[in-house]
């Protein structure tokens, strides 16, 4: 904690060091247990360090310790190598128009469509009201907190229930 503090306030090199010679490595073994071959673990690696020092500012001791939060990082860095590879490339994609849907299907998503809007009108309204932030207005939980007043852990809970009593409603 002390370490990322001298980060944060004083651009601190050598208790960047000192983290760095304990994490970085630790952060390799993990990424490679996590399944990534050596070079990508220690690109990986020297990018959470980067982001370490460039964000020290966003360390909050009270949600995390400095080594969940330095392997959160790792592993959302791993995260984001894996659905990069795994994006397609331009010349695999398929160019050309798109086959017309079955006629069946068209109806069977017209239907699924009327019978999700009217689930979602059955919901009580502060339900309804924040599914629709969220998914239609593409608003984060952070973001509908803010606009509304309520509480995160409110705004998590109504969205949790609203969307197992859809999930009822559609099966």
């Not at 309804?128 to 809970?157: C, N």
């Amino acid at each position: 904690m002390n370490h990322i503090k001298r980060i944060r306030d004083a651009q601190d090199q050598a208790a960047f060091a000192e983290l760095f010679q304990h994490f970085a490595p630790r952060v390799k073994a993990f990424l490679i247990r996590s399944g990534s071959d050596a070079t990508t673990a220690e690109e990986c690696a020297q990018e959470v360090m980067a982001t370490l020092w460039h964000k020290a500012h966003l360390f909050d001791p009270s949600r995390a310790t400095v080594a969940t939060w330095v392997f959160t990082i790792a592993r959302n860095k791993r995260i984001d190598v894996i659905r990069k590879q795994r994006r397609p490339e331009p010349e695999e994609l398929d160019w050309g128009p798109e086959a017309e849907p079955e006629q069946d299907d068209v109806i069977a998503l017209q239907q699924e469509t009327a019978q999700l809007r009217t689930a979602i009108l059955a919901l009580p309204e502060a339900q309804r009201e924040l599914i629709e932030k969220a998914y239609f207005g593409d608003l984060s939980h952070r973001e509908i907190a803010s606009q509304t007043g309520l509480p995160l852990g409110t705004i998590k809970s109504r969205i949790r229930l609203a969307l197992d009593r859809l999930r009822h409603a559609m099966n």
